[in-house]
Nanobody, 123 residues
Framework: QVQLVESGGRLVQAGGSLRLSCAASGRTFSSYAMAWFRQAPGKEREFVAAINWSIGNTFYVDFAKGRFTISRDNAKNTVYLQMNSLKPEDTAVYYC????????????????WGQGTQVTVSS
């Protein structure tokens, strides 16, 4: 049974930083792509960043480039999203997702999802 458990979301002031974690369990993820998505109230779920677990290549949406960094720790089976220079528009529930194969930026091709962690950025 695959489980993805996010943590690290909280209230932070604009300009601050957060590191989100996604603890993955239930199988070997070496052939998987791991991604972060987010969903703000009244908006569609949107792609943030993804990483290929085995080779470590990454892909970011434009708004995340230069501010967010996705990484993984193989020993801990954990994926991270380091978020810097946070803005109020980054406020959303952030979700971790996994899919076998390569990186994709569409939420509907990811097979496994966590429960989400709330990030709130105050102005």
């Amino acid at each position: 049974q695959v489980q993805l458990v996010e943590s690290g979301g909280r209230l932070v002031q604009a300009g601050g930083s957060l590191r989100l974690s996604c603890a993955a369990s239930g199988r070997t993820f070496s052939s998987y792509a791991m991604a972060w998505f987010r969903q703000a109230p009244g908006k569609e779920r949107e792609f943030v960043a993804a990483i290929n677990w085995s080779i470590g290549n990454t892909f970011y949406v434009d708004f995340a480039k230069g501010r967010f960094t996705i990484s993984r720790d193989n020993a801990k089976n954990t994926v991270y999203l380091q978020m810097n220079s946070l803005k109020p528009e980054d406020t959303a529930v952030y979700y971790c997702a996994a899919r076998p194969g390569g990186i994709r930026n569409m939420w509907n091709v990811y097979n496994y999802w966590g429960q989400g962690t709330q990030v709130t950025v105050s102005s």
